[in-house]
């Protein structure tokens, strides 16, 4: 289903004769033909088969250390995992940390996995987890599990306690530099170290909870999920002592929505229009601000906006821009000015903008009517 945001309108009213540089007719024409998004489908859990169980090293907990200079912090994470006791050094700085906590949440949960902004904190964390477990003997297949340890040992903290908002998902640096998060941050987090690592890895959002799916194979036994023909082993990244494949018993038998974790663009598209008109004529500007919240480039995008007639199908006076190039967290502000429809006539405003590798939501302002006697 079509996802719509409504904009509020600021509205002009100037009875005075005003001129427009687009001249379109009183006649209204076929709107174009704009791709729709693929909805997303739920899954319900697999039971798990009875195959041998794969190794995994028990008993870990994790204490930090923090070591502040000027607005600079060194977060030291030590950490219990088999019989050893491990240890992380971290560097932060706090102009980079409040940066991210000014970066809008209205984003879908992949996107703060696959951020690229991440991406070298979340690389050196890879590669650090991989010579560590090499250095100490480990297999290609054991290490994930030191990294899934790792992630497992971060304190739980909620939203509310620590943000003052119920739902704040956190980017990973964020994560970090808080000493935890909540299953969502977590989630986010272990996804992204795992993807890094080279794992397939997907969202597993439930009811009020989130957790990460962990492609494997038929010789690792647990709860799974099937998406896209693959299969996705069940990971709690909150709390302790947690094997692939365990599912809390309270999520068993609920649907769950997967998320795949996969650099993309994501436009959010607001604008704001005011309008004149005399006895004849009614004119509109309208200003838009197309702001990427994806983690890729939006690549060779248009923004489209129209005017649109009492029958959507139609519309009065249309617009295109050129193509544009939006980088994360780029945005682009596209004035129109004088779009054109009859006075009298009801319209509204539709604005989406649309690219090689994106189609945002559908964006309308509220019916402009008017009253007959």
């Known amino acids: 289903m079509t996802n719509i945001k409504l904009i509020s ?5 100037i009875s005075l004769f005003f001129s427009g540089c687009i001249d379109e007719t009183n006649t209204p024409e076929p709107a174009p033909a704009i791709p729709v998004p693929t909805p997303t489908t739920k899954s319900m859990p697999t039971e798990p088969p009875v195959v041998p169980t794969t190794p995994f090293k028990e008993s870990y907990q994790q204490k930090t250390e923090h070591i502040q200079s000027n607005k600079d912090l060194q977060r030291k994470f030590t950490w219990n995992y088999g019989e050893s006791e491990w240890h992380l050094t971290l560097n932060f700085d706090e102009n980079i940390y409040n940066t991210y906590k000014s970066r809008s949440r209205s984003r879908d949960y992949d996107l703060f996995a696959s951020d690229p902004y991440d991406d070298e904190l979340i690389k050196s964390i890879a590669d650090s987890l991989k010579k560590v477990g090499k250095d100490n003997g480990f297999t290609d297949a054991e290490i994930p599990y030191l990294a899934i340890s790792f992630v497992q040992s971060l304190p739980y903290t909620s939203d509310k306690v620590t943000t003052g908002f119920d739902e704040y998902p956190r980017f990973p640096y964020e994560t970090l ?3 935890g998060g909540d299953c969502e941050d977590t989630s986010i987090l272990g996804s992204a ?7 397939g890895v997907v969202l597993i959002e439930l009811p009020k909870h989130m957790a990460v799916g962990v492609k494997c194979g038929s010789d690792v036994s647990g709860y799974s999920y099937n998406f896209n023909g693959q299969r996705y082993c069940y990971l709690e990244t909150t709390g302790k002592n947690w094997p692939v494949g365990q599912l809390p018993d309270e999520y068993k038998s609920l649907k769950a929505k997967i998320i795949p974790v996969l650099a993309r663009p994501f436009l959010d598209v607001n604008f704001t229009y005011s309008y004149e008109y005399n006895s004849k ?7 838009v601000i197309v702001k990427n919240l994806g983690s890729e480039t939006a690549q060779n995008t248009k923004i489209y906006v129209s005017l649109q007639t009492s029958d959507t199908a139609k519309v009065w006076s249309q617009i295109e821009s050129t193509y544009i190039q939006v980088q994360p967290e780029g945005s682009y502000t596209y004035n129109v000015t004088n779009l054109h429809a009859p006075t009298g006539r009801n319209f509204r405003v539709y ?4 690219g090689d590798n994106v189609i945002s939501d559908e964006v309308v302002g509220g019916w402009v009517t008017w009253n007959t006697k």
């Open 281 to 287: 004529d009614i004119y509109v500007d309208v200003n």
């Open 9 to 13: 309108v600021i509205i002009i009213f």
């Open 193 to 199: 170290i795992l993807q890094e690592m080279g794992y």
């Open 351 to 354: 604005v989406r903008a649309y």
């Open 177 to 179: 530099y808080d000493d």
